[in-house]
């Protein structure tokens, strides 16, 4: 079976944890910048391919961090994922890093901080074409724990780079000295100072920002806002002034906000960009003047909005087979738009790339559904609109071409919104059709995954009623091992039920606070790798909204046993009061699940057991291996099967 049938046919791993359900909503997710949401994430900026502009590193709890090339200019900024210059940093030295050229040899090195502590990989490349090679022990004299934010300036005006650290166990801001020289640098625990405590996680950066000299020092945290000291001495005797009311403005809606300050607009005065725990980038242009900034929100860089121009229908899939998954939409107009997912399954960016299907056209308010339905590895489509016909368009490899006979005789009356799963698990697809008049049909694919044949079922969706302009999604959201059913109808409403002793049964609780515009059009989708079903949902005006779901968790069933061992991300993440933690056996195995704290310390063992091949799943529940209650945070769960070895990062919330 093909890797889209496999993401199309959803299952259940867990038991049933009853009907209610929490949503976060975070609509940001669909920005058109091409940079990606990643939780808990810290931008960083360098002219890493020395061409006079900054260039950004963005980290992240999910991977190591990522690299966008400036392909704008100095004064008006533009943001491609670029080669991978950081693929040879491992993801537990770098929850994210800076760049500092500490040897003196006229290129950027990278410095990171993660779950090892804080780590040095020179540049053995050059200004141009960077290449990072670890440096073993360069910081083990330091005592900075785990996940330590670093960085650098001249403090003492000597002509070498000093370090700041941030720590996440304690919130303290302590200062290193740089007691070597510029092409060597030496930092001593015992000759370093502790300046600040902020609480948790302190992520601090320099900056002169009232441009008299010397620097000053931002802060962010593990809560809102940001904490800003002013130097009111000079570049070898400081004099710290707390003047966090110049940021009051700014970080007040967002938390774990991960700031650093530079000149994206070339006027000489630093502007402010931060990450903060739910992804999405923060930019703020400083309008004010040298002495004294003023923020001015800018969505263009980092933000926006996904726009089809109206009646957005959204359906995902990885329709180019990079891995993650890719938007399809209809129109109001009747064309088809594709926003490619150019970011991760952990985090998506999106770029328009509506040429693909520029010559399949209909009339207005198309609705799509993607499937191959022909058994060739190839995406087809399945298109409705406004006049209730169904036209499929089979993906040729080099184009699509209009099949008039696939859907011969069907007509949904006006307005249908066709959607393709495999009900009847039997690997071919089978048809829903959301109508105008509020009905669903449902035609069982009663031929072949190669050669499809539609027989209707009008007892599936009996006497269900859901509204003018009827859409649905389904996936098994309740946990009890069917497919459930998320609608959305003309009048704003999202409405959820359950499959029960073949019955549809409404559960309101489960979509309460969920809210939709006219013409809302739900999609059930996983779009930030944590392992459960979120919803995306389009609208009459043709945007999107997005709800994280931080309950409840709906994942691809087991088609066959694993081939290998795999550790999964833990669900939900971040989580209270219980995460789940999945895992494949592909032999037998002795296993082990410990879980630590960010001080590397043993916080809980989940067992250490011989299991035969097979899919697994343990649970956490917040508490150590004493019965006690841990703090908010970060912990990791390290899994060992046999030889297979992974960490992954876990963030309980309170």
Request: charged share 20%; with cysteine; aromatic share 12%.
């Amino acid at each position: 079976m093909s890797l889209i049938k496999n993401l199309i046919i959803i299952g259940l791993l867990l038991t049933n944890l009853g009907y209610t359900q929490v949503w976060q909503q975070n609509d940001n997710i669909f920005n058109p910048s091409g940079i990606p949401s990643l939780s808990f994430s810290q931008p960083r900026f360098a002219d890493l391919d020395n061409d006079g502009d900054y260039d950004l590193i963005l980290g992240n709890i999910s991977d190591s961090p990522r690299y966008f090339e400036n392909t704008g200019t100095a004064n008006s900024p533009e943001f491609q994922a670029g080669e991978g210059l950081f693929e040879q940093v491992q993801m537990l030295d770098a929850e994210m890093g800076v760049c500092v050229d500490l040897d003196s040899d006229s290129d950027l090195d990278f410095i990171c901080g993660g779950f090892t502590g804080l780590q040095l990989y020179d540049n053995i490349g050059d200004a141009d074409n960077p290449e990072f090679s670890r440096v073993d022990n360069f910081f083990t004299n330091l005592t900075v724990g785990t996940n330590p934010i670093p960085h650098f300036a001249d403090l003492d005006n000597d002509g070498d780079n000093d370090l700041v650290v941030g720590y996440s166990e304690s919130g303290n801001v302590r200062y290193y000295q740089n007691l070597g020289t510029p092409e060597s640098a030496i930092f001593l625990e015992s000759e370093s100072e502790t300046w600040f405590d902020v609480g948790l996680y302190a992520y601090p950066w320099f900056s002169d920002l009232d441009s008299d000299g010397d620097i000053d020092l931002l802060i962010g945290r593990d809560g809102y806002g940001f904490h800003y000291y002013r130097n009111d001495g000079d570049g070898s005797s400081w004099n710290w002034s707390d003047a966090s009311a110049q940021f009051s403005s700014v970080g007040q809606s967002t938390y774990w906000n991960s700031p650093c300050l530079v000149d994206l607009t070339g006027d000489g005065k630093p502007d402010l960009v931060h990450g903060s725990a739910s992804g999405p980038l923060n930019y703020y242009a400083n309008t004010g003047t040298n002495n004294s900034a003023s923020w001015t929100a800018v969505t263009s860089l980092f933000g926006g909005v996904l726009d089809v121009g109206g009646a957005s229908n959204p359906v995902f899939v990885d329709f180019d087979a990079d891995g993650d998954l890719d938007l399809i939409s209809g129109s109001q107009m009747g064309d088809i738009k594709y926003f490619e997912n150019t970011g991760s399954l952990y985090g998506p960016a999106w770029s328009a790339n509506h040429s693909v299907f520029s010559s399949i056209d209909h009339s207005i308010y198309s609705a799509v559904a993607v499937g191959d339905l022909n058994d060739d590895d190839l995406l087809d489509l399945v298109v409705g609109d406004l006049s209730g016909n169904l036209y499929y368009h089979q993906n040729t490899g080099t184009g699509f071409n209009y099949e008039s006979n696939m859907f011969s005789g069907i007509n949904a009356g006006g307005w249908s919104s066709p959607r393709l799963y495999d009900l009847d698990r039997d690997r071919d697809l089978d048809l829903f059709i959301g109508k105008e008049n509020g009905q669903i049909d449902y035609y069982e694919n009663t031929g072949s995954s190669t050669e499809a044949a539609w027989t209707e079922d009008a007892s599936l969706f009996n006497g269900l009623d859901i509204g003018s302009n009827a859409v649905l999604s389904l996936g098994d959201v309740n946990l009890d091992h069917n497919l459930d059913m998320i609608t959305g109808d003309l009048f704003h409403e999202i409405q959820f039920f359950s499959y029960e002793n073949s019955i549809w049964v409404e559960y309101p609780d489960v979509v309460a606070g969920v809210t939709a515009g006219q013409n809302a059009t739900p999609a059930l989708v996983d779009l930030n790798g944590d392992g459960d079903l979120d919803l995306a949902i389009g609208n009459y005006d043709g945007t999107f909204n997005y709800y994280e779901n931080l309950t409840i968790v709906g994942i691809e069933a087991p088609q066959t046993q694993p081939q290998s061992a795999k550790l999964y991300p833990a669900y939900p993440n971040p989580f209270n009061p219980t995460t789940n933690i999945r895992y494949d056996l592909g032999e037998s195995a002795d296993v082990s699940i410990i879980i630590y704290d960010v001080r590397g310390f043993v916080v809980r063992n989940l067992g250490e057991t011989y299991r035969s091949a097979g899919q697994y799943e343990v649970s956490w529940n917040g508490l150590t291996d004493a019965a006690e209650p841990v703090s908010a945070g970060v912990y990791f769960a390290r899994f060992k099967g046999g030889n297979y070895t992974r960490t992954i990062k876990l963030v309980y919330l309170k």
